[in-house]
């Protein structure tokens, strides 16, 4: 909101307007009576030049009023447009221009009348003071707007700086959550598929001592080393970002890392059959990550709650789209109902589909039919709506499957 309070620019042109009638007084020597009204007349028209920052309209009003009666007086003249200038200055200031303008124009009018109807030339009066006249109140009109425009424009500017700001700093804040959130999952994949594999393979080795089988016991620490340092070298990886270290970086996992993710779970002990369909080596490498991740989720989920012996893990590369379908044999998960403990694994997996413009959908398998639930960016229910599959799941009664759909139009390289 605009102050409305006189200022020293308000009070400054009060006095010139009392001291321009002042000087007219002065310079025509009236009667001691109406020199004193005279500066009366001037002192309230000061005044209204106050009062013009706070009530712009009535404040012009009265000044053509008092200018008026100062003339129906008979004093000494001072003109009309001098003693208005600083009013209609600051009436067009705070943007009432037309008004300024027809009150400017009516005095003038009434000037010429009257002047004319006095006897006065009419050459003087129309040829030369009429036209200083008029050039007078329209450069002060004019100045006052444009003082205003600039002031707007001004004000505009600091507006768009501020939004721009803030707008920055939100986006800041949005990536920094991005970030965050991102990291978040690289870790949580990590670390949940190399812990399942670490527990299988822990349980596995202690069979086998107890079998007395050393060739088993070996090669259960073999698959927990190889798993304990892939993850290490992938929280290195993600640690570095995070404290921006110089240095090499660990390759993003990709698609040329899928067979190598398949077998270490084969290791533990479920069986895996990976399908590769297209032309997978030229997609996006921030695809190939996608799938990797959440085939790496999928594949944990199946270790840590499904009891399943098998699974088959199908990507397929088509023009403009990527389908990628895990299945198992296992348990499945109670029908309209979230799948227990995996809650997290699931949200990770939908926000990074979503990112790339994707879907998944995630359900229990049963004979002839799959229950399907799309899982997007936050949300792990299922609908519980059941349809046709024309069998691309495990036979048999049960299991669960995870199939994304990946638009590849669009993809940054």
Do not use: C, K
Not at 90 to 107: D, K, Q, T, Y
Request: no cysteine.
């Amino acid at each position: 909101m605009p102050d409305t309070s006189p200022t020293r620019a308000d009070a400054l042109l009060a006095a010139a307007t009392l001291g321009l009638v002042a000087v007219a007084v002065a310079a025509d020597r009236p009667t001691p009576g109406g020199a004193a009204l005279a500066v009366v007349v001037g002192a309230v028209l000061g005044g209204l030049v106050l009062g013009a920052r706070r009530w712009p309209l009535p404040a012009l009003l009265a000044t053509a009023v008092v200018i008026l009666g100062y003339y129906a007086l008979d004093l000494p003249p001072v003109g009309v447009a001098a003693p208005a200038a600083a009013v209609l200055y600051r009436v067009s200031e705070r943007g009432r221009v037309v008004p300024a303008a027809v009150v400017a124009g009516s005095l003038l009018a009434v000037s010429v009348v009257a002047r004319l109807a006095e006897g006065d030339d009419i050459a003087v009066v129309v040829g030369t003071e009429l036209g200083s006249e008029a050039a007078l109140l329209l450069a002060v009109i004019a100045l006052g707007d444009a003082v205003r425009n600039r002031r707007s424009l001004r004000a505009a500017l600091v507006r768009q700086a501020i939004a721009a700001d803030e707008e920055r700093h939100r986006e800041a804040a949005r990536q920094v959550e991005a970030e965050r959130l991102r990291i978040a999952r690289e870790v949580h994949d990590t670390l949940g598929h190399t812990m399942s594999v670490i527990t299988l393979q822990s349980a596995v080795a202690r069979e086998a001592l107890a079998d007395s089988d050393p060739v088993q016991a070996e090669g259960a620490l073999a698959a927990i080393r190889s798993v304990s340092g892939s993850a290490m070298a992938e929280l290195r990886a993600t640690l570095g970002t995070l404290r921006r270290e110089p240095g090499p970086r660990e390759p993003v996992p990709g698609f040329d890392q899928l067979a190598a993710l398949v077998d270490g779970v084969r290791r533990s002990g479920l069986a895996v059959d990976l399908r590769v369909e297209g032309p997978v080596d030229t997609l996006p490498a921030v695809v190939g990550s996608t799938v990797y991740r959440v085939v790496q989720e999928a594949l944990t989920n199946v270790l840590r709650h499904a009891g399943a012996t098998r699974v088959t893990v199908t990507v397929r590369a088509t023009p403009g789209r990527l389908a990628l379908e895990v299945v198992d044999d296992g348990r499945g998960s109670a029908p309209g109902g979230p799948t227990s403990g995996r809650g997290q694994g699931l949200r990770g997996m939908a926000e990074r589909v979503a990112l790339l413009g994707g879907t998944v959908e995630t359900g229990t398998v049963e004979t002839g039919t799959v229950r399907t639930g799309t899982a997007a960016a936050g949300d792990t229910r299922t609908t519980g709506e059941t349809t046709a599959t024309g069998g691309t799941g495990t036979s048999g009664g049960g299991g669960f499957r995870v199939s994304v759909h990946l638009p590849l139009a669009g993809v940054a390289a």
